[in-house]
Structures are given as structure tokens and as C-alpha cells.
């Protein structure tokens, strides 16, 4: 699968089609999970998770995010099988962040916003496949209320023009994947699938967010 995200986003850069684009702006929820000051944890499903963690590795009260799989098994949690899409699982991301900085809420706004698009059912851009499905895995009744209360503020006032798909389920374990994917965008930012796909996404969490954006990741080689 490397290797089509590859030539897809070759044609594409020979195409010319690199550009910025962002989902329309989606309010900060009027809710907000408590505010403790221990760390907390947010797990997200958003389409390929080389771009969900880089952006979330730039959100100021970030601690780590870890790429990996949830919505599955913990026998099955493999990249090569998670790819064939029949092991339940959705690329995930794990966020540990300080909620006296960063709240959940401020969270789920940049996830609606830039970090993917929540109209897009079992797909996200050139990723098919219900393993990049749009879900969040929500830990307690605050973040599950928080999540499901969003959404409906988010169709209320119509901020986007389909329908949102994103399911909202209980968290029953997230498996880290390989090394080989962490801090992935970091690490290839020069490689095309990210180029055109997660880099204008860093570009719109900066201009979208800048009193969010840090320039620093947050990477995950940094905290081993």
C-alpha cells in the first residue's frame, strides 16, 4: 500500500494539483470534558495516521502522539493485516495532552477542522477502505457526551455540506503500530503521499489554529 500511496501522489504532484485546503471552520464545542490537571488521552481515527499524528504532534499541550490501531483485536493489529480491512480496526492516534492547556474540546475542533474530513465515509482522500474511517474512541461518559454533543452542534448550524459520518464509539484498546510509522511526516517530509496529502494540513492547523500551533513536535522518538 506504501507503494500506491506513492505513485498516486507522484501523478498528482506531476499534475500540478498541490494545494492548501482545510475543512470549513468548525466552531470550538460549546461543551468541554473536565479539566483536571493529569494528563489525559484522546483516541481518533481520521484516514492514513502519518498525517493525524503530524498534526497533532504540532498542538501546544501535547505530550505524544502515538500512531496505531483501534476498533480491533490485539492479534490482528499488524499494518499488513489492518490494510486488507477486514480486522475491524481504523488507523488510529493516541494523544496524551494536558487538559489545563489543551482540552478535549479544543481537540475535536482541530480534528474537525484540519485534520481530516468527517463527510468522507470509509476513505479519507486517496485511502480507501473502512480501516480509514472517520471515529472517535471515546475513554469515559465526559468525552463520549463531549464527542456526541459536538457533532449535533456541528450539523446544526450546517458547517459542512454533507452529512457528518464520524461514529462515536467506546474505546476498548489501542495497539501502538510499528516504529517504522512513527513520527513518519517528520521524519519523510519530502515524500509525495505526505507532500500533498498531510503537509497542507500542518500549513492550515498553523493558519487556522496559530494560537495552538507550536513549530516544536511533539515526537515520539523524543519521549523513549
Not at 500500500?1 to 501523478?11: D, E, H, V
Not at 473536565?34 to 501535547?62: D, I, M, N, R, Y
Not at 486488507?84 to 482541530?110: K, N, W
Request: charged share 15%; with cysteine; hydrophobic share 40%.
Amino acid at each position: 500500500m506504501n507503494s500506491l500511496k506513492l505513485a498516486i501522489a507522484g501523478f498528482l504532484i506531476a499534475l500540478g494539483v498541490l494545494a492548501l485546503r482545510s475543512a470549513p471552520a468548525a466552531d470550538k464545542p460549546t461543551v468541554a470534558a473536565g479539566t483536571s490537571g493529569a494528563l489525559q488521552t484522546a483516541v481518533l481515527a481520521g484516514g492514513c495516521f502519518w498525517g493525524t499524528q503530524g498534526v497533532f504532534e504540532h498542538v501546544k499541550g501535547v505530550h505524544q502522539v502515538l500512531a496505531g490501531y483501534s476498533g480491533g483485536e490485539r492479534a490482528t493489529a499488524v499494518y499488513e493485516t489492518v490494510s486488507t480491512g477486514t480486522t475491524g480496526h481504523a488507523e488510529s492516534i493516541q494523544v496524551t495532552f494536558d487538559p489545563a492547556v489543551v482540552s478535549y474540546a479544543d481537540l475535536l475542533q482541530i480534528y474537525f477542522s484540519v485534520a481530516h474530513d468527517p463527510t468522507e465515509l470509509n476513505r479519507q482522500g486517496p485511502d480507501t477502505g473502512s480501516q480509514y474511517r472517520s471515529e472517535i474512541f471515546y475513554a469515559d461518559a465526559a468525552q463520549q457526551k463531549t464527542a456526541l454533543d459536538y457533532i449535533a452542534q456541528l450539523n446544526q448550524a450546517h458547517v459542512f455540506s454533507h452529512p457528518i459520518v464520524t461514529r462515536v464509539d467506546p474505546l476498548k484498546g489501542f495497539y501502538p503500530a510499528e516504529s517504522f510509522h512513527q513520527d513518519f511526516l517528520v521524519r519523510n517530509p519530502r515524500y509525495p503521499y505526505i507532500v500533498i496529502n498531510d503537509l497542507p494540513k500542518i500549513a492550515n492547523l498553523k493558519r487556522e489554529f496559530p494560537q495552538s500551533y507550536v513549530d516544536q513536535p511533539a515526537l515520539v522518538a523524543a519521549s523513549r
